[in-house]
C-alpha cells in the first residue's frame, strides 16, 4: 500500500513510493499556492485542464482498484 505501479505500453513498469508522502502537506501548499494566486492576482501553477486530467486519473485508478 502506498506504492503506485504503472505498466507501460512496452512492457516496462514505473514504480514510484508514496508511503512518506505527508498527504496533508500537499493540501496545505495547494491551498497556500491557490491563496498566493488571489492575493497576487496571478494565474495558478496548474491549469484547471491540467487539474482536471489528474483528477480523472486518481479517480480512474480508484475505479480500477475497485473493480480491478
Known sequence: QGVLE???ADGSVLRQDYTRVDPNAMHLAELRDFLYCLAERRAPDV???EA???LE???AAQRSLEIG
Open 52 to 54: 482536471r486530467l489528474s
Open 47 to 49: 491549469s484547471i485542464r
Open 6 to 8: 504503472l505498466t507501460r
Open 57 to 59: 486519473l486518481a479517480l
